[in-house]
């Protein structure tokens, strides 16, 4: 990469991160310290530049845009003029409809598993691997993880699709770096039981 497509990138990262900290400044994560909303879309950047070793400017990008849509004003229209037609498509594809019961939407998720582009299941992949780390170290206020309870099927069939047709050099990075320090969320994401889940109360 030259440095200047290098420094385009980095401008481009950074305007999509400064358009995400807009988008979400007045929301917050369901965690009890209820910490900026921002926090977990940089995440998702995180994990799949630094731990994955993805280099590809258009999925960050729609890592730190990828609930900008789904959880905000945010048009996919805004996005194609803002980042280009790539990273709005991405951002499409992992945005669900939340017009649907969380049923159905969990449902299609798992649907869309099968046919999701390949940059599209990295983000999605990064989506699912954050979240769950953070239930593992601060879950939200109304949840609380009880081992010898099952992870849900949909849960487990979504993770199942969706790593299944994720190249195995992305898909072994994947692995190794979604158990973090915590055992729990390692028995929860390895274990072909699922022996350690997630209830509420």
Known sequence: MTEDIAQQSLAQIMRALKFAAAKHRDQRRKDVQASP????????????????????TAVICAALLHDTVEDTETTIDELVERFGAE???IVAEVTDDKTLPKSERKKQQIEHARTASEKARLVKL???IANLRDIATSPPADWILRVGKNISIGQREWWTRCVERTPSSN????????TGNSSRLR???????????????
């Open 37 to 56: 909303y921002i926090n977990h879309p940089i995440a998702l950047a995180v994990i799949l530049a630094d731990e994955v070793g993805v280099t590809d």
């Open 87 to 89: 990273v709005a498509s």
């Open 126 to 128: 990064a989506d699912k």
């Open 171 to 178: 898909r072994s990075s994947m692995w190794r770096h979604s």
């Open 187 to 201: 028995s929860l994401i390895e274990s072909p039981c699922c022996r350690c889940g997630l209830t509420t109360r």
